[in-house]
């Protein structure tokens, strides 16, 4: 249907040209970025978080106009004055966050991308349409239903619909498979690797080395703005590539997880632990139910003992939100037994949960680990504001004390930030979360939740969290780990266990599993299906 | 120049630069009052008046003498509560629009100290308690709505403004009311008078009660734990309950202080403002009309904070009294409505934020003058350390 | 209580609800959007002193019409603020109820009386002749109004557009619509209808303009918009219900034998208001994004 691209000898269908983008606050996101997209090409856009591929992406399709540089077409140079008009000329995007709304219906968001102003929607005919679609594009969804009540892999499969709908040419992906468990990834790579026969170019916004390898022919790799690297996938190692995204000499730095392929490591020697009765946490047939009134965990039992780290594994909104939630004062189950060391945690105040030893990474710093516009020493606090140390009569604070707390803590945590006054929200993502380790750290816990503790943070910062982990667990304290980044939580945990819709599939070592024997646990099948 | 000589200027020229950036909250204030009293400019001209002669009135009437000033204060003091009232609750992440009524339930019940013979001290002690009691009774019963119920507190506190309107006028007309003049409540007895501070003004030393009460709150709120979790309940509940703050607390605390408060203004306008010492109840309430609303205009001009507050109170209670000399000066005066209409358009413009991004001039000059100190201090370090 | 008092108490209970629908109906567009607009007392004193005036001069159609623009004007004041320029709804708001009490009073005094204006009788809107009594057309376009936009939200692409931009405004920027745009023509198309309910209530219904006309009429609007989980229709019947209290209210203070003392009939408007809304919480839904300024960065 789009003539520019139709193979050519010199041809290309979009470049972008030195793009340098100024936010209003003075950040330089992108410094003279330049791309060139073809079709019939699976494109990889990897770089670290920050790096400035969201910001390309946006300014290609049309959100964001650049401070310098301009995107052409085989055309002549354009300038989309908003994403419809990106949309016209055949520029459509899939969000990581879904730009869903979400009391629409499937059909009701497509319409919205699609009639004109002031005439009457037809939704009958939208349904009709998105049908054959589904058909040709193998991706099904119910279309009559809120999305909000739409699984996430389902609500993905509604964003790409909607701009596979509109008949584009290039089709950017930003970190698609974050939501998806290991079989719906690789149901989108064969949609994607079809597109792309068909003529498509697409562009996937990564910062997964694996997948790199798996599904693109090209590789451009940014770092702090800056276009780095632009190699052909096959001739290119993935120590190359982390090299590139991450800019310095590796070898210890950088956490041996992000270099493997698809081994799993072999589980670590190291002196057995003591399983005997129950441990430190002990949960037994927990039943909660989650915000819309459905059951969210649904009989889980487990034990985590000193000395270990029980890790979670599974695609998010299985459940571990909520079981989190129940264990650390923040919902209140149905039904079922936790207790911590043998004392009973559930459905009390988070503030006595903290004083049984319990410490809490959250998996939302923003939302729940920190109170933004206040301090470095008032997020500190956050949780142990009333402790005697802090407190004196009449509740009264006492700062000095607290000060000399958080510089300890800055010290020991090497936590970037002009001082104990300094705002949180001025801290970099990985800082911030040090910050919550080290306050979480401070309690001298007996045990340790961390949900989605290295979660958008660079390379760097995942690899310290980590580190502080496994030494907590070497010194003897129990961790959970909850985390939807499989490869961290095999790569780390003595045991997992795999949750979906509420239960655990199954329990056991690492070494007792192979990654497509997870991917099936984590989409839900048996243990039967998987022999 | 010497070593020590550039590290020192340049470490000044650090701090101006510092000073500057850090003032800009107050600055934005400042702004505002200025473009807010320009509006009011730009309506009298309208309106054939002369608004020179009319700020020229103004001005005189707040600061132009100590008569003036101490009249300012003594206007500035009602306000001072009120503004934390609103700005208590704000900082618990709440609208408290009800100063107004909870004001007006302090002063009726302040008024019941007529029917006691005490010392004086322990008179106006008691005086106090009764409007605090009053305010914050009046205060929590939205909050307790909110709480349970989840009522909109901007709707139910202007409910119980209106309603707290009429009961207060009920009880001034025909329960505390004054047998020998109808038109008024009884007057307080002179034993709970708040002494006069300044002699000849209406000025006493029931500015001593709101300045206590801006810092007690100051102190509550930055402090101690519990001011702790209000603010943090305020700017992030969710963050809050994970440090085991329940917001529902921290709402009904805010609202039961800022009801406080605004008793507190009620009585220092009953017992402390001469000649009355009582409540006129025609026409509304006339003493204490209004000083809930300019309460939040105060608040936010104040930045919401109470030292800013207190600032910001003065500021507007010489609004309030200038505009009475207003009234009366020059060949035609501006009535004193006018100083309504530009606490709101002070209100409207600071609701813009970053208004110097609105005034690309002031703002090309404040950058290049950022820049030039950037540069200096940096050459300065530079020659310092040569 | 006789016959003709139930049709008096009706007749003033339709005309009590014409500027609380109106303006609801109108704040329900505005928060279908996204933004909220506590300001609407003040567009509905400002309109109904501004469309007296006019009224005096032009005749009635003219005052009603120049109300509009009133609201339309401050609306939009309020909808630039709180969209291109990333304002805080609540204070604007504030902004404009303080600064309209001080004009309209300042207003008033520039007209001779200080806090009354007599609207000459010229200028009033017609009245039909019906059994009830003397109605006002207006209550006829009270009635119809909400339905009219009922079915906009509900049927057209209009509607979509607005709900989307108030639930996810990220979702609906993708999807090509501006924002800022659609946000600014929702609030003011809510600011011209509260300015033809603040016309209404001087030119085609009191006939007077006062320093406190309003009396709290936009926030019981705001009540309205609560209780009918943004649902034109249910706005309406909130509006009658409230219209009728207050009907209620100036019947008791006509009768000869006063059972209440005049100061606690006053106070029941807003005392039902506050039952109703504290009653019917619960089960409304308001858009994800309503009162957030919308960045797209």
């Known amino acids: 249907m789009n003539d520019q691209s139709a193979p050519s000898e010199t041809g290309f269908f979009l470049k972008a040209d030195r793009i340098t983008k100024v936010y209003s606050d003075g950040t330089v996101a992108l410094k003279e970025a330049s791309l060139e997209i073809r079709p019939h090409e699976i494109v990889g856009l990897l770089g670290e978080n920050g790096a400035g591929k969201t910001t390309l992406t946006k300014i290609l399709s049309g959100l964001l106009p650049p401070t310098r540089g301009r995107v052409v077409s085989s055309k002549g140079p354009i300038r989309f004055a908003s994403p419809r008009e990106a949309l016209d000329f055949g520029i459509g995007m899939v969000h990581q966050h879904f730009a869903l709304v979400g009391t629409f219906t499937a059909a009701e968001n497509v319409a919205l991308s699609h009639e004109r102003p002031f005439t009457r929607i037809q939704i009958a005919k939208t349904q009709q349409a998105l049908q054959s679609l589904m058909e040709e594009s193998g991706l099904h969804i119910p279309l009559d239903v809120p999305v909000e009540k739409l699984a996430v892999g389902e609500q993905q499969r509604v964003e790409i619909l909607k701009v596979l709908s509109r008949d584009v040419d290039l089709l950017i992906l930003d970190e698609p498979t974050s939501v998806l468990t290991p079989l719906e990834v690789d149901e989108l790579f064969t949609l994607l690797r079809r597109l792309k026969d068909e003529g498509k170019s697409i562009i996937l916004i990564t910062h997964k080395l694996k997948e790199v390898g798996t599904i693109t022919d090209r590789v451009v790799v940014l770092r702090h703005g800056e276009m780095v690297g632009d190699v052909r996938t096959a001739e290119a190692s993935t120590e190359q590539l982390a090299r590139l995204m991450v800019g310095q000499a590796l070898d210890e730095e950088v956490d041996a997880v992000e270099l493997r392929t698809d081994e799993i490591p072999q589980a670590r020697v190291r002196e057995p632990i003591d399983r005997a009765g129950q441990g430190i946490l002990h949960v037994e047939d927990l039943v909660a139910k989650g915000n819309t009134g459905e059951i969210a965990v649904d009989g889980v039992s487990f034990d985590v003992y000193g000395g270990e780290i029980f890790g979670i594994a599974g695609v998010e909104g299985n459940g571990q939100t909520e079981l989190v939630e129940s264990l650390t004062g923040l919902r209140v189950p149905m039904s079922g037994t936790a207790t911590i060391n043998g004392t009973n945690i559930l459905g009390i105040d988070p503030r006595e949960i903290y004083r049984l030893g319990v410490a809490h990474i959250p998996e939302d710093r923003w939302e729940l680990g920190l109170v933004l516009p206040f301090t470095l020493a008032e997020n500190a606090i956050l949780g142990v504001h009333r402790w005697q140390e802090f407190r004196g009569p009449l509740t009264l604070l006492k700062w000095g004390r607290i000060n000399r707390h958080v510089r300890q803590l800055m010290d020991r945590f090497d936590i970037q930030a002009t001082g104990p006054s300094a705002p949180a929200k001025s801290l970099s993502g990985g800082n911030q979360q040090k910050l919550i380790v080290g306050r979480e750290l401070a309690k001298d816990p007996a045990i340790i939740v961390a949900s989605q503790p290295t979660r958008g943070l660079d390379i760097g910062a995942a690899h310290y969290i980590r580190q502080t982990l496994v030494e907590m667990r070497d010194a003897g304290r129990a961790i959970l780990l909850v985390s939807a980044d499989l490869d961290e939580v095999l790569a780390h945990a003595d045991r997992v266990g795999i949750m979906y819709e509420g239960r655990f599939m199954d329990v056991c070592t690492p070494d007792e599993l192979d990654r497509e024997r997870v991917g099936m646990l984590m989409g839900g099948a048996t243990e039967k299906e998987v022999e | ?386 | 209580m006789s016959f003709n008092d139930v049709l008096s108490l009706l007749r003033i209970s339709l005309h009590a609800m014409v500027p609380l629908a109106l303006t609801a109906v109108g704040e329900i567009v505005g928060e279908t959007a996204g933004l909220f607009n506590i300001g609407l007392e003040g567009i509905l004193l400002l309109s109904a002193f501004g469309g007296a005036l006019a009224a005096g001069y032009g005749g009635p159609v003219v005052g009603l019409l120049v109300g509009m623009g009133i609201g339309g004007a401050v609306a939009l004041v309020f909808a630039v603020i709180n969209t291109y320029w990333k304002g805080t709804q609540m204070v604007t708001g504030i902004g404009i109820n303080l600064f309209a009490m001080g004009f309209v009073a300042f207003g008033l005094i520039q007209l001779g009386a200080p806090g009354f204006h007599d609207v000459p009788n010229a200028a009033e809107l017609f009245k039909w002749r019906t059994p009830m009594g003397l109605m006002s057309p207006m209550i006829l376009v009270a009635l119809v109004l909400p339905f009219l936009i009922h079915w906009l939200l509900k049927r057209t692409r209009v509607g979509l557009m607005l709900k989307a931009a108030g639930e996810m405004p990220e979702a609906a920027d993708v999807a090509g619509i501006n924002i800022n745009r659609i946000r600014l023509l929702a609030a003011v198309f809510g600011g011209v209808l509260a300015g033809l309910g603040g016309a209404y209530m001087s030119v085609a219904w009191l006939g007077v303009v006062t320093k406190q006309l309003s009396a709290g009429r936009g926030f019981i609007a705001l009540a309205c918009v609560v209780f009918s989980g943004l649902n034109p229709l249910l706005a309406l019947l909130g509006a009658f219900i409230f219209g009728f209290f207050q009907a209620l209210a100036e019947w008791v203070k006509t009768l000869p034998s006063k059972p209440i003392p005049g100061e606690f009939v006053s106070m029941l408007p807003y005392l039902i208001t506050l039952l109703v809304v504290s009653g019917a919480i619960g089960r409304v839904r308001f858009p994800k994004a309503l009162g957030e300024p919308y960045k797209r960065e």
């Open chain 2, 1 to 386: 120049m010497s070593r020590s000589e550039g590290t020192m200027q340049s470490r000044l020229l650090r701090g101006a630069h510092r000073t500057l950036t850090g003032l800009h909250p107050a600055l934005e204030s400042l702004l505002a009052a200025v473009v807010g009293l320009l509006v009011g400019a730009i309506l009298m001209s309208i309106y054939g008046f002369d608004p020179w002669k009319a700020y020229m009135g103004l001005v005189k009437g707040a600061f132009g003498g100590s008569y003036e000033i101490a009249s300012s204060l003594s206007r500035a003091t009602p306000l001072i509560l009120t503004a934390l009232t609103f700005s208590i609750c704000l900082r618990a992440g709440m609208f408290n629009i009800g100063a107004e009524g909870q004001m007006y339930m302090g002063g009726i019940a302040s008024v019941l100290v007529a029917y006691f013979v005490l010392p004086p001290g322990l008179h106006q002690i008691v005086g106090l308690i009764f409007a605090a009691f009053a305010g914050a009774v009046w205060g929590i019963v939205p909050a307790l709505l909110k709480v349970t119920r989840g009522v909109s507190e901007v709707i139910s506190t202007i409910m119980f403004n209106w309603i707290a309107r009429w009961l207060a006028l009920y009880l001034a007309i025909y329960v505390v009311v004054d047998p020998r003049r109808p038109e008024k409540t009884l007057s307080i007895p002179v034993s709970a008078r708040f002494p006069v501070l300044v002699p000849r003004t209406d000025l006493s030393y029931a500015i001593f009660v709101s300045i206590a009460f801006a810092l007690v709150i100051y102190f509550l709120l930055w402090h101690t734990a519990i001011g702790y979790e209000v603010r943090a309940a305020g700017l992030n509940p969710t963050a809050a309950r994970y440090g085991g703050i329940r917001s529902k607390r921290t709402m009904l605390l805010s609202f039961i202080l800022g009801g406080l408060g605004a008793g507190l203004a009620g009585a220092t306008i009953v017992m402390g403002l001469p000649p009355t010492y009582a409540i006129y109840g025609g026409g509304g309430l006339p003493q204490l009309l209004n000083m809930g609303f300019d309460g939040m205009a105060v608040a936010m001009v104040g930045r919401n904070h109470p030292i800013g507050i207190l600032i910001a109170a003065v500021f507007f209670g010489g609004l309030n009294a200038g505009g009475r000399v207003m009234q009366f000066y020059g060949a035609k005066p501006v009535p004193l409505e006018m100083v309504r209409v530009v606490m709101g358009a002070i209100v409207l413009v600071m609701s813009i934020p970053e208004l110097i991004r609105l005034f690309p001039a002031i703002k090309k000059q404040g950058e290049k003058l950022i820049g030039w100190m950037r540069r200096m201090s940096r050459r300065g370090e530079k020659e310092g350390a040569a």
